[in-house]
T-cell receptor, first 112, second 119 residues
Framework: AQKVTQAQTEISVVEKEDVTLDCVYE???????LFWYKQPPSGELVFLIR??????QNEISGRYSWNFQKSTSSFNFTITASQVVDSAVYFC?????????FGSGTKLNVKP | GAVVSQHPSRVICKSGTSVKIECRSL??????MFWYRQFPKQSLMLMAT?????????EQGVEKDKFLINHASLTLSTLTVTSAHPEDSSFYIC???????????????FGPGTRLLVL
C-alpha cells in the first residue's frame, strides 16, 4: 500500500527560527517520486521539489533544504530562518503507479 | 515551470444546475490529467485520472455520472459536476502530468483550483 504520513498537523514558530517538516512514506515499489508542495491561503499548490527514488542526494535551495533517507523512508523539509511569507500548508506527496498520494499536510504559522 | 490554468476560479450556482470546470496545460502537452477535491483544512483527494482520448478512471466512491470528465485534447480536460447539490461544494484542483525531457524528469503541475459553492 502507498501512504504518506505527516505527523505534524500544525507548527508555530517565530520569524527567523528554523523549522523542519516531517514526512514518512510507505511503498513497495522501488521506483517512485517524492514531492513537496506549498499551499498558501489562496489555495494554489506551489511545486517545491521532486526527488526520484534513486537519488538520495540532499538538496538545498536558498533557505529550503530537503533530507531524503530511504533507510527510514523519510523525506523531511527544513526551512532555515523562517519568514512570515512561509506561512502556508505544506504537503508531502508520493507518486507511483500513476497516482499521487498526499500526506495530510502540515500547517506552518510563522509569527513576526 | 510549466503552467496549468483552471477556469473558472470561483463559481456559485443553484442546486440542480450543472457546472463545468476547465483545466488547461498552457505550455506542454499532457496525456494525463488528474482531478482532486479538497475539503477545508483537509488533504487532496484524488477523484479521477483523465487520459486523452479515452475514458477517465475514477477512484472508488466517486460517482461517474455525477462527475463527468472529458479529456478532449492534449491540453484540455473538463470536469462537469452534474445536478450539483450543496454537498458538492468544495475546492476542485486539477493537475497535468508532464513527462519531461528525460528519465526521472517527470513532474506534475497543479492548477490554481476552482472554488465551487452550491446554494
Amino acid at each position: 500500500a502507498q501512504k504518506v504520513t505527516q505527523a505534524q498537523t500544525e507548527i508555530s514558530v517565530v520569524e527567523k527560527e528554523d523549522v523542519t517538516l516531517d514526512c514518512v512514506y510507505e511503498t513497495r515499489d522501488t521506483t517512485y517520486y517524492l514531492f513537496w508542495y506549498k499551499q498558501p491561503p489562496s489555495g494554489e499548490l506551489v511545486f517545491l521539489i521532486r526527488r526520484n527514488s534513486f537519488d538520495e542526494q540532499n538538496e538545498i535551495s536558498g533557505r529550503y533544504s530537503w533530507n531524503f533517507q530511504k533507510s527510514t523512508s523519510s523525506f523531511n523539509f527544513t526551512i532555515t530562518a523562517s519568514q512570515v511569507v512561509d506561512s502556508a500548508v505544506y504537503f508531502c506527496a508520493l507518486f507511483n503507479f500513476n497516482k499521487f498520494y498526499f500526506g495530510s499536510g502540515t500547517k506552518l504559522n510563522v509569527k513576526p | 515551470g510549466a503552467v496549468v490554468s483552471q477556469h473558472p476560479s470561483r463559481v456559485i450556482c443553484k442546486s440542480g444546475t450543472s457546472v463545468k470546470i476547465e483545466c488547461r496545460s498552457l505550455d506542454f502537452q499532457a496525456t494525463t490529467m488528474f482531478w482532486y477535491r479538497q475539503f477545508p483544512k483537509q488533504s487532496l483527494m484524488l477523484m479521477a485520472t483523465s487520459n486523452e482520448g479515452s475514458k477517465a478512471t475514477y477512484e472508488q466512491g466517486v460517482e461517474k455520472d455525477k462527475f463527468l470528465i472529458n479529456h478532449a485534447s492534449l491540453t484540455l480536460s473538463t470536469l462537469t459536476v452534474t445536478s450539483a447539490h450543496p454537498e458538492d461544494s468544495s475546492f476542485y484542483i486539477c493537475s497535468a502530468r508532464n513527462r519531461g525531457e528525460g528519465v526521472f524528469q517527470e513532474t506534475q503541475y497543479f492548477g490554481p483550483g476552482t472554488r465551487l459553492l452550491v446554494l
